[in-house]
Nanobody
């Protein structure tokens, strides 16, 4: 069982930045994929960004050019740097780790973009 703990959410004004962190209970290279999903009010959960253990990265069109996913293997942590935030980025952000067909989710961290 892999445990994932997110942190770094909060309230930010439009145009601001936040960095989310996801700390894993074991080496992140044991996970085939790690990523960030988000669920806005009244919306379905959607991919924001993910990274494979080989370093391949995907971004959703809605965050491309504004968000950046990265990892620190020494800390077993994956980050999501979010810049130029918009009100529509308001959501609960969840960290995902995938090993084969098994998925592990964090508890989520709230990001609110509002003036």
């Amino acid at each position: 069982q892999v445990q994932l703990v997110e942190s770094g959410g909060g309230l930010v004004q439009p145009g601001g930045s936040l960095r989310l962190s996801c700390a894993a209970s074991e080496s992140i290279f044991r996970l085939n994929v790690m990523g960030w999903y988000r669920q806005g009010p009244g919306k379905e959960r959607e991919l924001a960004a993910d990274i494979t253990n080989g370093g391949f990265i995907r971004y959703s069109d809605s965050v491309k050019g504004r968000f950046a996913i990265s990892r620190d293997s020494a800390k077993n942590t994956v980050y999501l740097q979010m810049n130029s935030l918009k009100p529509e980025d308001t959501a609960v952000y969840y960290c995902l780790g995938r090993v084969g067909v098994r998925e592990f989710w964090g508890q989520g961290t709230q990001v609110t973009v509002s003036s």
